[in-house]
Protein backbone atom coordinates (compact mmCIF):
# COMPACT_ATOMS: atom_id res chain seq x y z
CA UNK A 1 0.00 0.00 0.00
CA UNK A 2 1.16 3.23 -1.27
CA UNK A 3 1.76 5.73 1.69
CA UNK A 4 1.22 9.73 1.79
CA UNK A 5 2.76 11.53 -1.10
CA UNK A 6 3.39 15.22 -1.20
CA UNK A 7 4.60 17.29 -3.89
CA UNK A 8 6.95 19.35 -4.52
CA UNK A 9 9.44 18.01 -1.87
CA UNK A 10 11.30 22.00 -1.82
CA UNK A 11 9.96 24.99 -2.34
CA UNK A 12 11.43 28.50 -2.71
CA UNK A 13 10.25 30.96 -4.10
CA UNK A 14 10.38 35.07 -3.52
CA UNK A 15 7.94 37.08 -1.02
CA UNK A 16 4.29 38.00 -2.87
CA UNK A 17 4.75 34.45 -4.88
CA UNK A 18 2.07 32.33 -4.55
CA UNK A 19 2.96 28.62 -4.05
CA UNK A 20 0.57 25.66 -4.60
CA UNK A 21 1.61 22.34 -2.32
CA UNK A 22 -0.01 19.00 -2.88
CA UNK A 23 -0.52 15.91 -1.23
CA UNK A 24 -2.38 12.38 -2.35
CA UNK A 25 -3.48 10.52 0.87
CA UNK A 26 -3.83 7.03 1.21
CA UNK A 27 -5.87 5.39 -1.02
CA UNK A 28 -8.98 4.59 0.90
CA UNK A 29 -9.05 7.24 3.31
CA UNK A 30 -11.33 9.86 3.93
CA UNK A 31 -10.01 12.04 6.14
CA UNK A 32 -7.52 14.08 5.01
CA UNK A 33 -5.24 16.63 7.35
CA UNK A 34 -2.81 19.71 6.57
CA UNK A 35 0.02 20.28 9.21
CA UNK A 36 3.00 22.96 9.74
CA UNK A 37 6.27 23.15 11.45
CA UNK A 38 7.43 26.52 11.54
CA UNK A 39 10.71 27.48 12.39
CA UNK A 40 11.63 24.28 14.11
CA UNK A 41 8.67 25.12 16.51
CA UNK A 42 5.86 22.26 17.28
CA UNK A 43 4.21 21.28 14.47
CA UNK A 44 0.80 23.00 14.15
CA UNK A 45 -2.97 21.95 12.86
CA UNK A 46 -4.44 23.76 10.34
CA UNK A 47 -7.01 21.84 8.82
CA UNK A 48 -8.74 18.53 8.22
CA UNK A 49 -11.23 17.27 5.21
CA UNK A 50 -13.52 14.33 5.22
CA UNK A 51 -13.73 13.51 1.97
CA UNK A 52 -13.98 17.22 -0.30
CA UNK A 53 -15.45 18.66 2.91
CA UNK A 54 -13.85 20.99 5.42
CA UNK A 55 -14.54 19.33 8.88
CA UNK A 56 -12.34 22.08 10.92
CA UNK A 57 -10.27 24.47 9.43
CA UNK A 58 -9.45 26.45 12.69
CA UNK A 59 -5.87 26.05 12.63
CA UNK A 60 -6.37 28.19 9.56
CA UNK A 61 -3.31 31.38 9.76
CA UNK A 62 -5.40 34.23 7.50
CA UNK A 63 -6.77 34.05 4.26
CA UNK A 64 -3.65 33.71 2.03
CA UNK A 65 -3.90 29.88 2.79
CA UNK A 66 -6.49 28.40 0.60
CA UNK A 67 -6.72 24.91 0.77
CA UNK A 68 -9.18 22.30 -1.78
CA UNK A 69 -10.07 18.73 -1.90
CA UNK A 70 -12.10 18.42 -5.06
CA UNK A 71 -13.64 15.20 -5.60
CA UNK A 72 -12.14 13.67 -2.07
CA UNK A 73 -9.17 12.36 -3.30
CA UNK A 74 -5.62 14.97 -3.51
CA UNK A 75 -5.62 17.91 -1.73
CA UNK A 76 -4.13 21.19 -2.57
CA UNK A 77 -2.85 23.89 -0.13
CA UNK A 78 -2.07 27.27 -1.78
CA UNK A 79 -0.57 30.27 -0.04
CA UNK A 80 -1.12 33.69 -1.98
CA UNK A 81 0.92 35.98 -1.35
CA UNK A 82 3.88 34.18 0.01
CA UNK A 83 4.97 36.00 3.44
CA UNK A 84 8.38 35.49 5.07
CA UNK A 85 7.04 33.82 7.89
CA UNK A 86 5.37 31.04 5.84
CA UNK A 87 8.67 29.03 5.57
CA UNK A 88 8.23 25.88 7.39
CA UNK A 89 8.08 22.49 6.35
CA UNK A 90 4.10 21.63 5.48
CA UNK A 91 2.79 17.75 6.30
CA UNK A 92 0.46 16.79 5.05
CA UNK A 93 -2.01 13.21 7.37
CA UNK A 94 -4.38 10.94 6.24
CA UNK A 95 -6.16 8.46 8.55
CA UNK A 96 -9.74 6.13 8.01
CA UNK A 97 -11.79 5.32 10.82
CA UNK A 98 -12.51 2.20 10.03
CA UNK A 99 -8.79 1.49 10.07
CA UNK A 100 -8.34 2.54 13.12
CA UNK A 101 -8.13 6.43 12.40
CA UNK A 102 -4.17 6.73 13.01
CA UNK A 103 -3.04 9.95 11.24
CA UNK A 104 -0.18 8.61 8.09
CA UNK A 105 1.91 11.43 7.58
CA UNK A 106 3.56 12.24 4.38
CA UNK A 107 7.08 13.19 3.98
CA UNK A 108 6.24 16.92 3.68
CA UNK A 109 7.10 19.90 1.45
CA UNK A 110 10.18 21.98 3.10
CA UNK A 111 9.00 25.77 1.72
CA UNK A 112 11.23 28.59 1.70
CA UNK A 113 9.79 32.20 1.21
CA UNK A 114 13.11 34.62 0.26
CA UNK B 1 -7.53 23.43 25.00
CA UNK B 2 -4.96 20.16 24.47
CA UNK B 3 -1.54 20.65 24.87
CA UNK B 4 1.93 18.43 24.83
CA UNK B 5 5.16 18.80 27.02
CA UNK B 6 8.26 16.97 26.18
CA UNK B 7 10.41 18.57 28.69
CA UNK B 8 13.73 17.27 27.08
CA UNK B 9 15.01 18.94 23.80
CA UNK B 10 17.67 16.33 23.73
CA UNK B 11 18.47 13.05 25.29
CA UNK B 12 21.67 10.95 25.16
CA UNK B 13 22.01 7.65 25.85
CA UNK B 14 24.54 5.17 25.51
CA UNK B 15 23.95 1.99 22.77
CA UNK B 16 22.32 -1.00 24.45
CA UNK B 17 21.13 1.03 27.61
CA UNK B 18 17.63 1.38 28.24
CA UNK B 19 16.01 4.75 26.95
CA UNK B 20 13.00 7.16 27.93
CA UNK B 21 11.70 10.29 26.18
CA UNK B 22 9.36 11.82 28.95
CA UNK B 23 5.90 13.61 27.24
CA UNK B 24 3.13 14.64 29.80
CA UNK B 25 0.07 16.07 28.22
CA UNK B 26 -3.47 18.01 29.02
CA UNK B 27 -6.67 17.39 26.86
CA UNK B 28 -10.42 18.44 28.28
CA UNK B 29 -11.72 14.28 27.22
CA UNK B 30 -10.43 11.07 26.73
CA UNK B 31 -6.64 11.27 25.27
CA UNK B 32 -5.85 9.67 22.45
CA UNK B 33 -2.21 9.71 22.83
CA UNK B 34 0.41 8.78 19.75
CA UNK B 35 4.60 9.15 19.28
CA UNK B 36 5.74 9.30 16.03
CA UNK B 37 9.59 9.17 15.03
CA UNK B 38 11.18 11.69 12.22
CA UNK B 39 14.54 10.33 10.80
CA UNK B 40 16.57 13.09 8.78
CA UNK B 41 15.11 13.98 5.45
CA UNK B 42 11.77 11.85 6.23
CA UNK B 43 8.21 12.38 7.31
CA UNK B 44 6.54 11.39 10.39
CA UNK B 45 6.53 7.90 10.62
CA UNK B 46 4.01 6.36 13.44
CA UNK B 47 5.37 4.52 16.58
CA UNK B 48 2.68 3.59 18.22
CA UNK B 49 -0.55 4.80 20.40
CA UNK B 50 -2.72 4.64 23.10
CA UNK B 51 -6.46 4.59 22.89
CA UNK B 52 -7.90 2.53 25.52
CA UNK B 53 -7.41 -0.71 27.08
CA UNK B 54 -3.87 -2.14 28.53
CA UNK B 55 -1.60 1.15 30.08
CA UNK B 56 1.27 -0.16 28.57
CA UNK B 57 1.72 0.19 24.84
CA UNK B 58 3.93 -1.53 22.60
CA UNK B 59 4.76 -0.34 19.18
CA UNK B 60 7.23 -0.58 16.03
CA UNK B 61 10.84 -1.23 16.30
CA UNK B 62 11.16 -2.44 19.62
CA UNK B 63 9.30 0.82 21.25
CA UNK B 64 6.71 0.94 24.50
CA UNK B 65 4.91 3.46 26.06
CA UNK B 66 3.05 3.84 29.32
CA UNK B 67 0.21 5.69 30.07
CA UNK B 68 -0.18 7.18 33.56
CA UNK B 69 -3.80 8.57 34.35
CA UNK B 70 -2.75 10.09 38.05
CA UNK B 71 0.41 11.73 36.18
CA UNK B 72 -1.11 12.70 32.90
CA UNK B 73 2.22 10.99 30.96
CA UNK B 74 3.20 8.76 28.56
CA UNK B 75 6.51 8.16 28.33
CA UNK B 76 8.12 6.46 25.57
CA UNK B 77 10.49 3.62 26.16
CA UNK B 78 13.21 0.86 25.11
CA UNK B 79 14.90 -1.49 26.75
CA UNK B 80 18.40 -1.38 25.03
CA UNK B 81 18.53 1.44 22.25
CA UNK B 82 20.19 1.30 19.13
CA UNK B 83 22.74 3.68 16.98
CA UNK B 84 19.73 3.47 14.61
CA UNK B 85 17.09 4.82 16.51
CA UNK B 86 18.58 8.32 16.56
CA UNK B 87 15.97 10.82 15.28
CA UNK B 88 13.65 13.41 16.54
CA UNK B 89 10.73 11.78 18.33
CA UNK B 90 7.48 13.60 18.70
CA UNK B 91 4.45 13.04 20.87
CA UNK B 92 0.85 14.07 20.29
CA UNK B 93 -2.74 14.14 21.86
CA UNK B 94 -6.14 14.94 20.73
CA UNK B 95 -9.48 14.00 22.11
CA UNK B 96 -11.26 11.39 22.37
CA UNK B 97 -14.65 12.60 22.67
CA UNK B 98 -16.31 11.75 19.36
CA UNK B 99 -19.30 14.51 20.04
CA UNK B 100 -16.41 17.10 19.13
CA UNK B 101 -16.24 15.98 15.84
CA UNK B 102 -12.00 17.24 16.38
CA UNK B 103 -9.70 14.95 15.16
CA UNK B 104 -6.76 17.31 15.17
CA UNK B 105 -3.55 16.02 16.78
CA UNK B 106 -1.79 18.66 18.88
CA UNK B 107 1.91 17.76 19.06
CA UNK B 108 4.92 18.45 21.84
CA UNK B 109 8.21 20.81 20.35
CA UNK B 110 10.03 16.92 19.69
CA UNK B 111 12.85 15.84 21.22
CA UNK B 112 15.82 14.67 19.57
CA UNK B 113 17.37 11.23 20.95
CA UNK B 114 20.89 10.63 20.60
CA UNK B 115 22.22 7.26 20.90
CA UNK B 116 26.36 7.09 21.22
CA UNK B 117 28.46 3.90 19.82
Known amino acids: EAGVTQFPSHSVIEKGQTVTLRCDPI?????LYWYRRVMGKEIKFLLH????????ESGMPNNRFLAERTGGTYSTLKVQPAELEDSGVYFCASSQVSRGDTQYFGPGTRLTVL | AQSVAQPEDQVNVAEGNPLTVKCTYS??????LFWYVQYPNRGLQFLLKYITGDNLVKGSYGFEAEFNKSQTSFHLKKPSALVSDSALYFCAVRDGRVDTGRRALTFGSGTRLQVQP
Open chain 2, 27 to 32: VSGNPY
Open chain 1, 27 to 31: SGHDN
Open chain 1, 49 to 56: FVKESKQD
